[in-house]
């Protein structure tokens, strides 16, 4: 079917909520290129929302998926376990800077896997508050959707949210937000809403995905870390986006020194594959009872599969050292933009976790979210995938596989320069 059938089917039986704004439709991939229903071939700087770090159907994931498909494809693992889980689970443990000894569960999703940091949490200290920060996005769950620092589209239509949920503002200095002003932020909100005697855990992302790419300083965690600890709360943070080799570390929360009690992850640790994980200190993830964490799907053979797959890459091919190479990358045309275009202001880049943001006025940081949506439509007609984010929606960031040829991620940013001069003279 070419796109247009394809969006008259969506338009009758998908749900207006879930259904895509995109008018076309994706007939097979290959790194960081796909094609289209139509034949069309479009440069991905997306990567599924920063799922394919290791870019579209790499061919040792690929393998590793069909070889499991000719053994187990399901048995639920409570039931009857198998080797993927406890080979992820060991790996895991060994590669995830937690306090202490490491243990996992997998989940489907990561929303799932803040979840269930959030009842380990409980658990372990019995206590119910849980402290989250302005900008930060966990989930489309009701307790994930309480937990995100911004309100539309995720919870607009919902009714009401899950309580002993409390917010401090996260540092943005560049929107008037220093980390001094954070962290008194953070002291008031467990002055004033979140006794500290009933709080089980902080949660934060290291740098903000859907908030905007924004990256908390190592002294700013620090000071998370040691507020934790004098009150006897947990620290989860939350790398569903930033983890597995987005920032050049394996973990964003790497570059600091932080060790947090639990880290959840999604997104690139199967290219693809459905799963997500929960890895805290021993002691923590053993807090609750048989039983009482996991799920039908979780940890499904198939994307334990792919999942192993993955981390074997990521050592063959050295994907930690790509990723810190697209980011100077990055860093250096995102430089010459914000000099070239009045419109480009606040460019940065954590490895290859970057972003600028579109302004209609550098002076003042004011947000252009009407402009940033038109250079997204424009970028999408010239045959690019470009992504939005930010709690003003300005932001432009990049998820583009870490693998990606020079040449298709030129192409890629010569084509966002051409849409950069056409809206600036329109």
């Given at each position: 079917m070419n796109n247009a059938q394809l969006n008259e089917l969506k338009t009758r039986y998908v749900a207006s909520g879930a259904a895509s704004p995109a008018t076309q439709f994706a007939e097979r991939a290959e790194n960081a290129l796909i094609w289209d229903a139509d034949g069309n071939r479009i440069i991905d700087f997306a990567g599924g929302i920063g799922v394919l770090n290791v870019g579209h159907r790499h061919p040792k994931v690929v393998q590793a998926v069909k070889d499991q498909?000719?053994?187990?494809?399901?048995?639920?693992?409570?039931?009857?376990?198998?080797?993927?889980?406890?080979?992820?689970?060991?790996?895991l443990s060994q590669l995830t800077p937690v306090r202490g000894h490491g243990k996992v569960m997998l989940a489907n999703?990561?929303?799932?896997?803040?979840?269930?940091?959030?009842?380990?949490?409980?658990?372990?200290?019995?206590?119910?508050?849980?402290?989250?920060?302005?900008?930060?996005?966990?989930?489309?769950?009701?307790?994930?959707?309480?937990?995100n620092g911004k309100v539309a589209p995720y919870a607009t239509d919902f009714?009401?949210?899950?309580?002993?949920?409390?917010?401090?503002?996260?540092?943005?200095?560049?929107?008037?937000?220093?980390?001094?002003?954070?962290?008194?932020?953070?002291?008031m909100t467990l002055k004033t809403d979140a006794n500290p005697r009933n709080t089980a855990a902080i949660v934060l992302?290291?740098?903000?995905?859907?908030?905007?790419?924004?990256?908390?300083?190592?002294?700013?965690?620090?000071?998370?870390?040691?507020?934790?600890?004098?009150?006897?709360?947990?620290m989860i943070v939350d790398e569903v986006q930033s983890g597995f080799g987005r920032t050049g570390k394996l973990f964003a929360i790497e570059h600091s020194g932080v060790e947090p009690d639990i880290i959840t992850m999604a997104k690139s640790m199967a290219d693809g594959m459905p799963i997500s994980a929960v890895v805290g200190t021993d002691k923590v993830m053993d807090a609750s009872g048989g039983n009482s964490l996991g799920g039908t799907y979780t940890g499904s053979p198939?994307?334990?599969?792919?999942?192993?797959?993955?981390?074997?890459?990521?050592?063959?091919?050295?994907?930690?050292?790509?990723?810190?190479?697209?980011?100077?990358?990055l860093g250096e045309r995102f430089a010459k933009w914000q000099q070239d275009f009045a419109c480009v202001d606040n460019v940065r880049h954590l490895g290859a976790m970057a972003a600028f943001d579109v302004v209609a006025d550098k002076t003042k940081h004011t947000p252009d979210a009407e402009l940033t949506g038109a250079l997204c439509k424009k970028a999408r007609e010239k045959g690019l995938v470009l992504l939005s984010c930010g709690l003003y929606g300005n932001t432009i960031r990049f998820l583009m596989p870490v693998t990606i040829e020079d040449d298709i991620l030129q192409e890629g940013l010569d084509i966002i320069e051409a849409c950069l001069k056409e809206l600036s003279h329109a």
């Open positions: 498909l000719d053994k187990v494809m399901h048995t639920c693992q409570t039931v009857m376990p198998y080797e993927g889980y406890v080979k992820v689970a060991e790996k999703s990561g929303a799932e896997a803040l979840e269930n940091a959030v009842k380990v949490a409980r658990a372990a200290t019995g206590r119910d508050n849980v402290i989250c920060f302005t900008g930060g996005y966990h989930g489309r769950t009701f307790m994930t959707m309480a937990m009714g009401s949210m899950p309580g002993n949920v409390f917010r401090a503002p996260y540092p943005v200095p560049y929107h008037g937000v220093s980390e001094e002003d954070a962290l008194n932020g953070l002291k992302e290291p740098v903000l995905g859907e908030g905007g790419f924004y990256a908390a300083s190592p002294s700013f965690l620090k000071a998370v870390r040691e507020i934790c600890d004098e009150h006897g709360m947990l198939v994307s334990c599969a792919a999942t192993l797959a993955v981390l074997e890459v990521f050592e063959e091919e050295k994907i930690l050292e790509k990723s810190q190479a697209l980011g100077d990358k």
